[in-house]
């Protein structure tokens, strides 16, 4: 038979595992997306308990 190049199996064991990398990146994304999230909401918090103890002065 000989050489014949990428067998399709080939192919699709690569495109699973670009497939696999790609989700992998949008979990981090996603990870930071919610961390960023929390931050901000976390820093709304602060602000809104700083303005009700300068308004109660």
């Known amino acids: 038979m000989g ?3 990428p ?3 080939t192919f699709g064991l690569l495109s ?3 497939r696999l990398h790609i989700i ?3 979990a ?3 990870d930071e ?3 960023m ?3 901000v909401k ?3 918090k602060d602000m809104e308990v700083t303005n009700r103890k300068e308004a109660t002065k």
């Open 3 to 5: 050489y014949m190049g």
């Open 7 to 9: 067998t399709p199996m």
């Open 16 to 18: 699973t595992y670009r």
């Open 24 to 26: 992998s990146i949008e």
């Open 28 to 30: 981090e994304r996603y």
């Open 33 to 35: 997306a919610l961390l």
């Open 37 to 39: 999230r929390n931050l």
């Open 42 to 44: 976390q820093s709304a």
